[in-house]
């Protein structure tokens, strides 16, 4: 049974900017009543009001908080009947920077976004979902969720757990018509890269090739309503990908190739 967006309630995290904000015009767009959860949720009312969107309630919070969390099940309570029928997880942040020679809050601050929260939210959102028609929880992971790079490893340690809580939830909630739809894009052009976290300014990351936000988002949206479970997008991403899992030693001879470093990184305020 495909997911239909017209009258249908969805949770997104992370919908100020870059894909979560594409996904959300998108979904309203189709008829979708969104609710839109940011830390910066007056940017959400600039580009409701200047666009025209109707169907998009703006919350404001951090996920990692317990606090947002209920208030976004008091919304979908009050408001919608308690019913959910999508809950997107896409809020992120990241750092750039040997493991080595990060602080231990970095690796602390991913996970807690990328992971914890995700997880806690699902946990909460569950019985809403189940009462939703045709619902899916679409997790918004990376193609560094299936192979992970060098100075990136608290980022790739939080998109590998939720690429394996995912494949785990997949199995746990079939039997009521959950669908967990997995989404891996490869390097994004977005404003992730101008937050990361307890890095050195001048680091440089290396990706293969880039999309736009409105491109993800447009096939995010596609394999939601297919209701499909995992896709992974671009070229690079793919090569990465099934490379790996064709010939994992030749995958760990390239990416160990990497310039000399001739000074650490160094820690930004956060």
Known sequence: ?????????????GASSGIGKCLTQQ???????????????ERIKQW??????????????????????????????????GKLDLLVNNAGIGGIGRFAEASPDRLRQIMEVNFFAPAELTRLLLPSLRRGSAPVICNICSVLGHRAVPDKSEYCASKFAMHGWSDSLRA?????????????????????FDSLIDTDPNQQSRSLGHWSPQKVA?????????????????????????????????????????????????????
């Open 172 to 192: 746990e909630l079939a039997a009521d018509g959950i669908q967990i739809t997995l989404v891996s894009p490869s390097t994004t052009k977005s404003e992730f």
């Open 27 to 41: 979904l309203a767009d189709h008829g979708c009543h969104v609710i839109a959860v940011a830390r910066r949720a």
């Open 48 to 81: 409701t009001a200047s666009r025209g969107f109707g169907g998009v309630t703006p919350l404001a919070g951090d996920i990692t908080n317990s606090e947002v969390r209920s208030n976004i099940r008091s919304v979908i309570e009050t408001d919608h009947k």
């Open 218 to 270: 447009n096939r995010t949206f596609d394999a939601i309503c297919r209701r499909r479970s995992e896709v992974i997008l671009s070229l690079g991403g793919k090569t990465l990908v099934y490379l790996d899992r064709l010939a994992p030693p030749l995958m760990n001879k390239l990416l160990a190739q990497r310039p000399v470093k001739t000074a650490p990184a160094k820690s930004s305020d956060h």
């Open 1 to 13: 049974m495909p997911w239909k967006a017209k009258d249908s309630v969805a949770v997104v995290t």
